[in-house]
């Protein structure tokens, strides 16, 4: 094998398109001290390629299953706040206009117990406990 | 598999990995270490994040189902406004 010779003491070695590939997933450059820390993890685990080829094959399957569990859940999320703004902006219109109703209300008299209990507890509603949704 | 680049190796530490072929195999070995290092953390992260979505969609039909409930008493009390303002005061 013909090593080739370079300026720092350092040799230029070929490697493969999978060793980019795996970098460029990585987001790694292969600068020489790089190279140095990733050739001492691999140090530590030389003799567990093919376990480690399987857990990335497992990891990459899984990912993929999860992505596609998550859009789907995403769009059943998206459905469901559309139905929520369309059932909260309902209740926030008629709450408002009975905002409105109320402050008429209150300027106004009613006859009987009963509706002058009504009329003080929508305006309790309406007027003084009201918040905006 | 053939070499489509190169990288730049000490070569001190060439030498104590046994030459080119071992210091491929060891960038090799470290690169899918990382990798399933990362990948972990990736699934972990949608792990938590398809979490929050299920959480979020049990949640909300229970919500969609409170302004429900708050319209119709909302209408409710709309009648009975309109009701006591057609009251002749």
Redesign the interface.
């Known amino acids: 094998m013909q090593l080739r010779r370079s300026a720092g003491k350092c040799v230029r070695v070929g490697v493969s398109r999978e060793i980019f590939d795996l970098a460029g997933e990585l987001n790694i450059s292969f600068d020489v001290e790089t190279v140095r820390m990733i050739i001492g993890l691999g140090k530590k685990s030389v003799g567990q390629e093919a376990e480690l080829e399987r857990a990335l094959k497992r990891l990459e399957e899984e990912k993929n299953r999860l992505a596609s569990d998550f859009r789907e859940i995403a769009s059943q999320r998206s459905q469901l706040e559309a139905a929520w703004v369309g059932a909260r902006n309902r209740f926030a219109g008629v709450s408002r206009d009975n905002r409105v109703l109320a402050m008429h209300l209150s300027a106004r008299a009613v006859s009987g117990v009963r509706k002058e209990r009504l009329r003080r507890e929508l305006i309790q509603k309406y007027i003084l406990n009201y918040r905006d949704t | ?14 030498v104590e ?1 046994g ?3 071992g ?14 290092a ?3 953390r ?2 972990a992260g ?2 938590r ?2 979490e929050v ?2 959480r ?2 049990a949640e ?2 229970l ?2 189902e409170r ?2 409930r ?2 119709a008493q ?2 409710e ?2 009648e ?3 009701g ?2 057609g ?1 002749k ?1």
């Open positions: 598999m053939g070499a489509v680049g190169e990288v730049r190796v000490p070569g001190g530490l060439l990995v030459g080119e072929e210091a491929v195999r060891l960038l090799r070995v470290g690169l899918l270490s990382l990798r399933v990362s990948l972990e990736e699934v949608v792990v994040g398809v979505q299920r979020r969609v909300l039909p919500e969609v302004f429900r708050l319209l909302a209408l009390d709309r009975t406004l309109e006591l303002l009251e005061g």
